[in-house]
């Protein structure tokens, strides 16, 4: 893959380059109030190589972000699937291909020394504080247990101890299982073994360790998020922790879900912006115009990922904003998670989470 | 006919000892320079550029690779599920050529057609494909249910009890094919001798068809063996995580820790393992002198 996206870029460049010369050609005859006519009110120019997960989230960012912004401002955003190897060493100051990339908030805030810092109005207010000059493009996520609502007709698990309550809340927990996937994993084993909020950090591993012990024989695992559709929908899980996207494709094929937005995770997530990147002017305008709360408000409808921008909920529907996990009304029952020390601690995290899973 | 279970074992033939007739020496050793590039480039180069990843701490990879906690447990479970996997394929698999070639005519193309077809699908989707299989209400609890023999949901997906069916059916071809091979080129006249001297059908068996097929069966399994190595997603999926191959953990020192040194040196660790292993076995059951 990383071959393909360097002969596609390649490619591209090639592309650029030839229609460069070809309006040159062109421009060389013209007056100059032509010229001047066909820069119109924006001197930025070229591409921007764009590199997160694909799918329909990409899809929404093309039709909430990039088509507009290519309209005003002539650049066009190519999108281009992320590979690990080549983020991972562009975080670490290496030369590489994207000129944007996703980056997870721990990995943003322990490479900020390679990263650019964004002007002021671009940043997203409700990132936290020290994550704001380093994320372009920002949203918001949630990790949250649901089920099909039919499940606990007297309602379900509303805590995370009640979420390993096996006897109250029989069934099958479905969990992540993936190696080195350690999500919210260790901070939900000790708030249910009674950890204050505001103690989690630092984790006390083996203590979360023992804690889902406790469980494991009730827990499916999955590989990777969409799997949690099927478990639920088959019956082979009663309850799952998972991302809240997962819930809201099984609410837009016509599930009843309930989602427990009660100790459920607000985890920030982004673009990274690095030094290297090169086309870093139009990158920055593309930081300010996906920004804006009123397409920020679009992206939202349109994937239920949270804003970062806090004028958005001015933008969007009561209905909508319900199942957005940092929508005000959400707002005194969520958590948030310390990005600084898991980022620190991310290889420790890791390996042990690994090897809980392997048993 | 050549199959991957064939091409393996005789590309040791290739030494210009036997050289077709109407060859030089001069002709046959540059026919000998093809498969040696492909070799080099195919296999030399990826590891050489493996051990230098590995390398480029200084060594220290490979400390740290031991100290990573789940990797000798994987490293270990995975060498055991390739034996498994192995002998299981090899029975099966040479119980299937066997049938295929005493089947009549339109079942030995049904049976071919669904080996064939299985290694044209993706091993992700018949790993899914097993994975709705094998969900306690899944496709084993409906069918079981049709004759009222599925009470309660079956304890069957992530265990690993679940995952070995999915891996053989997998590796089935590779040892199904050379054994075909060889029942093929079997000399049926030594059949009719065994019979006229008066050999039942298992004494034919085991005196005339075995010992024809048996580097086959041999040389399939050593390849089973090999593959079965490289497993990830089907235990993962299917076995449930306690069931990790090596695989996982390279694959998450690779792509979540972004530790490719780490990742390259366990590679190389279960590279020599794995010809540590084989070579004791090739001492023990001499499974080279065997291949055809």
New interface residues.
Partial sequence: MAGFIRVRRAAMAGIALTLVTALAAGCAGSDDTASAGASGGSDLSGEIIFADYGGPTNESRQAAYFDGFQDETGVEVVSVAIEDAIYMGMLDGEDGDYDVFQSSAAETLTHTDNLLELPEEMRGDLLPEELRPYVVGGFVFGIAQGWLTDTFPDGGPQTWADFFDTEAFPGTRAWPGAPGSFDASYEIALLADGVAPDDLYPLDIPRAEAKLDTIRDDLVFYQAYPEVQQLLVSGSAAIAVTVTGQYTALMNAGEDVTIQWNEAFVVPSGFAFPAVSGNPDAVTALAGWMNDPERQADFTERTLYGPVNSEVFDHIPEDVAANVVNSPEHEDQVLHWDNQWRGENYEDLLTAYTAWLAG | MTTPGTAMPRARGIAPVRRPPGTTAAESRWLLWPPLVFFALALGFPLVTLVIQSLEGGGSAYIDALD???FA??LM?TVVMAVVVMVLTMVLGTAYGLAVVASPAWLRFALLAALILSLWTSIMVRSFGW??LE????AIYWFLGLFGLADE?IEL??TTLGMYPAMVAVMLPFAVLPVMSALQSLDREQLNAATIFGAGPLLTFRAVTWPQILPSVLSGGVLVFVMSLGFY?TP??LG???N?TVS??I??Q???????DIGAAMSILLVGGTMIVYLIADRLFRVSEKWG
Avoid at chain 2, 254 to 260: E, F, I, T, Y
Wanted: proline share 15%; aromatic share 4%; no cysteine.
């Fill in positions: 990573v906690p789940a447990g994987s479970r994975m709705l969900l306690p209400r899944g949901p997906y992530q997603v993962l999926l449930g995580p306690g990790m996982g953990v694959n998450a690779m792509n979540q820790a972004n530790r490719p």
